[in-house]
């Protein structure tokens, strides 16, 4: 069975500072693979995917992400993090059909000035 | 287009009351998903429909019932709510091909007293 393992539950940055939110996956296949950012009180929205060709993929609002298949990970980063990035992402792993994602449990992040 | 709208926003409930959460898609997605989300364990998934006419279970059924009313639209219906079905509840879409990510809804703040 799939799994997704977020090892963070709370992250505390600085403005300016750069950020690494760590996902790891199981699951047999070449996964696909998503990253998703909840605002407070908000839904979902997609930051980026992965499901082939260049293992670095850039997202919106300067986000990226490098799918390392010997780690079974899919970390995300940005260069400096702004207060408005402060925010539950959650990572999230699928295959192929319409099966549903199976979500991390979510890294909460907080920017401090 | 309006994605995935969700109706209501917010909900308060008597123990033993029953209703019915309401989510439409305008992207003639194929798939429609519900789950909910409590502090700390992420997004768990209830039902969901790979397609019109089908439903199946989630991670955690009980005590809710779905309809897949026609392509766009996919009602939750909690028969008997109870305190432990205080949550907030999304509902999400996707497309056919694989790599297609889940696109969700605001969702909908239950609180059953």
């Known amino acids: 069975a799939q799994s997704v393992t977020q090892p963070d539950i709370h992250i505390t940055v600085s403005e300016g500072a750069s950020l690494e939110l760590r996902c790891n996956y199981s699951?047999?296949?070449?996964?696909?693979l998503f990253w998703y950012v909840q605002s407070p009180g908000q839904g979902l929205q997609l930051l980026l995917k992965?499901?082939?060709?260049?293992?670095l993929v850039q997202g919106i609002k300067g986000f990226e992400a490098e799918f390392k298949r010997s780690q079974s990970s899919f970390n995300l980063r940005k260069p400096s993090v702004h207060w408005s990035d402060a925010a539950e992402y959650f990572c999230?792993?699928?295959?192929?059909?319409?099966?549903?994602?199976?979500f991390g449990k979510g890294t909460r992040l907080s920017v401090i000035a | 287009n309006a994605g995935v709208t969700q109706t209501p926003k917010f909900q308060v409930l008597k123990t033993g009351q029953s209703m019915t959460l309401q989510c439409a898609q305008d992207?003639?997605?194929?798939?429609m998903y519900w789950y909910r989300q409590d502090p700390g364990m992420g997004l768990r998934l209830i039902y969901y429909?790979?397609?019109?006419?089908?439903?199946d279970k989630g991670e955690v059924p009980n005590g809710y019932n779905v309809s897949r009313l026609n392509k766009r639209e996919f009602s939750l219906r909690l028969e008997s709510a109870a305190p432990s079905q205080t949550s907030v509840y999304f509902c999400?879409?996707?497309?056919?091909?694989?790599?297609?990510?889940?696109?969700f809804g605001p969702g909908t703040r239950l609180t059953v007293l």
């Open positions: 999400a879409s996707k497309g056919g091909s694989s790599y297609n990510e889940q696109f």
């Open positions: 699951y047999g296949a070449t996964p696909y």
């Open positions: 992965y499901f082939s060709g260049d293992t």
């Open positions: 999230a792993v699928g295959h192929s059909g319409n099966t549903p994602l199976v």
């Open positions: 992207m003639n997605h194929n798939s």
């Open positions: 429909s790979a397609s019109e006419g089908t439903t």
